[in-house]
């Protein structure tokens, strides 16, 4: 084999090798459950008067502000509340404003004295 030959073939493994590292994480934040589920759609309002601490729930609304960070506001027609979300569970390339509505699946993040309550959010989705 020539020298250009093998120059070649390792530059196309070497594309080939970067274009699966590339698409391996890309292929893995498409993939997502959306079967049927035991966690609770409920409201805002639901949530927020019933929620235990650790508690599982999906809401479907809109996310109404970012607050700094990984903290945002969601409302629905029942009312408002805090969450928090990682980048990470946004879905790619799908951009997302107050008018967007979405679904949000998280775990209630609520301290003993009930000042605090935010969820913390698993899932993110436009919604059906």
Not at 5 to 33: D, H, N, R
Not at 48 to 56: A, C, E, S, Y
Not at 93 to 116: H, M, P, Q, S, Y
């Amino acid at each position: 084999m020539t020298h250009n030959k093998t120059k070649t073939l390792k530059k196309t493994a070497l594309a080939l090798g970067a274009a699966l590292a590339l698409a391996l994480p890309l292929s893995a934040a498409w993939a997502q459950y959306v079967g049927p589920s035991t966690v609770p759609a409920m409201n805002v309002k639901q949530l927020l008067d019933t929620g235990k601490d650790d508690q599982h729930a999906t809401l479907r609304g809109f996310i109404v502000s970012h607050d700094g960070g990984e903290h945002y506001t969601f409302a629905d027609d029942t009312g408002r509340m805090k969450i928090e979300i990682d980048a990470k569970h946004f879905p790619p390339g799908v951009k997302i404003d107050d008018k967007v509505r979405v679904e949000i699946t998280g775990e209630l993040d609520k301290d003993r004295f009930g000042k605090k309550i935010e969820l913390d959010v698993k899932r993110l989705s436009l919604a059906p």
